[in-house]
């Protein structure tokens, strides 16, 4: 018996779906309300379009692959294995990135330990393509794991490796690299399959061909690796696991990862998207949405400060500290947390704009974090003009929201109320007028968070109105501390 089997069959978890629904959200998670996303690799070396480059440089017609071969020439010639030593990673400071992250009021960060590219961020005995062996030719995620740790935060992983069985598969279609078998342990399996995301059939749970066992079990080694080697509290998987050839290799996975963080004492959780693992045993993800009311389950979002791009591009498109706290707000009011990725560049600078950006989420928070860290949602999530969009890809759908647009959070009998705008002279809530029901008690106190000044309210059967000062204390979304 090899030790995974040997971990799963002596643990309290077994691996079966029904054995996996003993799975519950660690405390610490449900408190941590943000963490921050790490897209870093040899994809940041030519900074074009996005991560996927390496998939699209081989799509013959792709603005990518015209791009390739005018910059570095034919595929035959100049493949991705070529960017490898170019990414270097020398001015990376594990310990400078950590410090960021805790002043942003990150609780949780959650890097890239290999995507689809098949390159390893760490130190792996089961490829030569690594970060340790080529290229920086150091264990990225092992120095990151130790600073983040030494900030107090807690340390994830996330691991795409199972889109690599057909990620490459373009570069089989014409003179390339990639049908070169002195790179086949690169460039993978490379199978046939849907091209692109239009091609019928590119999300469909019997995919053809299927992954083969050498394919899935090499999946379930390399993950275990990173759970013994790294001890994430978090690993995140992206959304082809839903495969429904993979049940059986995730099940195994859930059950080692869940009975190692046992005999560790740490609380650890599963990220996954869409039906891969079914409802309670794991944390569901939504990818670059929200959802549209409370979840009876806790659930995260991951999304991008950049709008197109996961991984360092030039040209980047970012979204605006403003806008990211309020989406914050939002989920954590729907009872779920935020995953913000950056994208560093190849020599392991953040670039100025994603620290700007990190900076204004951190003085929000340095203010208002009370109204975020350790809450839960309350009967209502909120109410306003505004109505978030539900499902992945909308995070840039919505339009900005208002001083009418009130989000809720408790922590004990606390409620917590954020405008996401100034709402003016006065701000009204009608979830709390004594008619809504929602407020058992009589109304003691209001304060609004950064303001040390007493504010002046009413209440009655329409709603709580309270006078805003003259002077906001931040620069957006504003809390009122009810009582």
Partial sequence: MNQVDSVVTSGKFQASWSSLQQFSVPTWYENAKFGI???????????????????????????????HVETYGPQSEFGYKDFIPQFKAE?????????????????????????????????????????????PKRDLIGDLAAAVRKQGLVFGVSNHRAEHWWFMNGGKTFDSDVQNPEFSDLYGPAMPGPLNHETPGWLDRHWTPEPDTAFLEDWLLRNCELVDKYQPQIVYFDWWIEQTIFEPYLQKFSAYYYNRAEQWGRGVAINYKHVAFPTGTAVFDVERGQLAGINPLFWQTDTAVAKKSWGYVQDQDYKTADAIVGDLIDIVSKNGTLLLNIGPRPDGTIPAPEKQILSGIGEWLAINGEAIYETRPWRRFGEGLIQTAEGEFTDTARPAYTGQDIRFTTKGDVLYATALAWPGEQCVIHSLGTTAGLWPNRIQDVRLLGHDEPLTWSHDADALRVQMPAQKPCDYAFVLRIR
């Fill in 91 to 135: 001015n990376f400071d594990p310990d400078h990135w950590a410090e960021l992250f805790r002043k942003a009021g990150a609780r949780y960060i959650v890097p890239v330990a290999e995507h689809h590219d098949g390159f390893a961020m760490y130190d792996s005995a089961y490829s030569r393509w690594t970060a340790t062996q080529m290229g």
């Fill in 37 to 67: 996303f790490i897209h870093w690799g040899v994809y940041s070396v030519p900074a074009y379009k996005n991560e996927w480059y390496p998939r699209n440089m081989y799509l013959a017609g792709s603005d990518e692959f015209k791009h």
